[in-house]
């Protein structure tokens, strides 16, 4: 499981104090990034090599409020991976523990041309570390 924490910004709360659900995206996204960053995975290489990496699909579930204050940790887990795509789990938590959303993104491989591709065949390299990554991920939740 990867863990990925920073506090609330004013900026990303509405009126009533809370956090616009549309920020809980820039969260999950801000960590998978940073997770294939600190995984020798990061994305702008990646698309350097031509293949791009869209969502296909997000689901979320809303379960408490986040406030301007807290401190949120993205809790994170890529729960599958086939070449062309993958998923990863999320898991936002405050600093009292409380689950403030749970959801999963699903995402594929792309070239310039918007054509899914395989890792496995463009960048053996990378296909081998993702790899990796899933059987640690999968290894470290069980």
Same mark, same amino acid.
């Given at each position: 499981?990867?863990?990925?924490?920073?506090?609330?910004?004013?900026?990303?709360?509405?009126?009533?104090?809370?956090?616009?659900?549309?920020?809980?995206?820039?969260?999950?996204?801000?960590?998978?990034?940073? &997770?294939? !960053?600190?995984?020798?995975?990061?994305?702008?290489? /990646?698309?350097?090599? +031509? #293949?791009?990496?869209?969502?296909?699909? @997000?689901?979320?579930?809303?379960?408490?409020?986040?406030? &301007?204050? !807290?401190?949120?940790?993205?809790?994170?887990?890529? /729960?599958?991976?086939? +070449? #062309?795509?993958?998923?990863?789990?999320? @898991?936002?938590?405050?600093?009292?523990?409380?689950?403030?959303?749970?959801?999963?993104?699903?995402?594929?491989?792309?070239?310039?041309?918007?054509?899914? #591709?395989?890792?496995?065949?463009?960048?053996?390299?990378?296909?081998?570390?993702?790899?990796?990554?899933?059987?640690?991920?999968?290894?470290?939740?069980?």
């Amino acid at each position: 499981m990867y863990l990925y924490s920073r506090p609330v910004f004013y900026y990303e709360t509405d009126k009533m104090g809370v956090v616009h659900h549309s920020n809980y995206f820039r969260w999950l996204e801000e960590a998978r990034t940073c &997770f294939f !960053d600190d995984n020798d995975l990061a994305y702008v290489v /990646t698309e350097s090599l +031509g #293949v791009m990496s869209p969502i296909t699909d @997000v689901s979320v579930k809303y379960k408490f409020p986040a406030k &301007f204050g !807290d401190i949120f940790t993205v809790k994170l887990c890529m /729960t599958k991976y086939t +070449g #062309v795509r993958f998923r990863v789990e999320y @898991v936002v938590v405050n600093q009292n523990d409380d689950i403030l959303l749970e959801g999963e993104s699903g995402h594929a491989f792309i070239d310039e041309r918007l054509k899914p #591709v395989s890792l496995v065949k463009t960048i053996p390299e990378r296909h081998e570390r993702m790899n990796t990554l899933l059987n640690k991920h999968l290894r470290s939740s069980l």
